[in-house]
T-cell receptor
Framework: GAVVSQHPSRVICKSGTSVKIECRSL??????MFWYRQFPKQSLMLMAT?????????EQGVEKDKFLINHASLTLSTLTVTSAHPEDSSFYIC??????????????FGPGTRLTVL | SQKIEQNSEALNIQEGKTATLTCNYT??????LQWYRQDPGRGPVFLLL?????KEKRKERLKVTFDTTLKQSLFHITASQPADSATYLC???????????FGSGTRLQVQP
């Protein structure tokens, strides 16, 4: 099946620094990728849609200037948390639909990135 | 507003029994509904998708039903095993952009 990777798997940073998280589709091309955030004991919440070659679409309440998304190629989307603060500590997960499975509509999720801001 | 509820936060069952998880939604008529499994500290893994014109779908020990009148999906794991212990999430594509809106999840614990 299609594989999505994320890097890093875990990051700890100081308040005020920026952190970049990479999401890669390893064996398929993804013109669209999705970024989710999951706080402890809660479900996944969609943050934004990453579109290859165009601007990302952000969900209501998500600050686009704080969560910068770049989708420069068909296999890579990056999420940069700028000037991170402790309240940004969360589990960030990306996903991508495989164009080859578009008729099935299933999503392939990365393993997630645990961000801890001190 | 759209709402997806999984009415059991946690479910404990004995090995060999059938686990039944419920997903209810409001204010929406989805073309399909999906179920995912999530283990602690990991991303969700796709299990099953059921379309609005399908009443039931099976995959090995898994069975999903979809009642669009009741706005409810049931997810069954038969002959449950301790390895089935995980959080199970139902999800809908509410926006039509293939982005998913997830239910709150049910944490299943299968006791040996």
């Amino acid at each position: 099946g299609a594989v999505v990777s994320q890097h890093p798997s875990r990051v700890i940073c100081k308040s005020g620094t920026s952190v970049k998280i990479e999401c890669r589709s390893l064996d398929f091309q993804a013109t669209t990728m999705f970024w989710y955030r999951q706080f402890p004991k809660q479900s996944l919440m969609l943050m934004a849609t990453s579109n290859e070659g165009s601007k990302a679409t952000y969900e209501q309440g998500v600050e686009k200037d704080k969560f910068l998304i770049n989708h420069a190629s068909l296999t890579l989307s990056t999420l940069t948390v700028t000037s991170a603060h402790p309240e940004d500590s969360s589990f960030y997960i990306c996903s991508a639909p495989d164009a080859g499975t578009s008729a099935r509509n299933e999503q392939f999720f990365g393993p997630g990135t645990r961000l801890t801001v001190l | 507003s759209q709402k997806i509820e999984q009415n059991s936060e946690a479910l404990n069952i004995q090995e060999g029994k059938t686990a039944t998880l419920t997903c209810n939604y409001t204010n929406y008529s989805p073309a399909y509904l999906q179920w995912y499994r999530q283990d602690p500290g990991r991303g969700p893994v796709f299990l099953l998708l059921i379309r609005e014109n399908e009443k039931e779908k099976r995959k090995e020990r898994l069975k999903v039903t979809f009642d669009t009148t009741l706005k409810q999906s049931l997810f069954h794991i038969t002959a449950s095993q301790p390895a089935d212990s995980a959080t199970y999430l139902c999800a809908l594509d509410i926006t039509g952009r293939r982005a998913l809106t997830f239910g709150s999840g049910t944490r299943l614990q299968v006791q040996p």
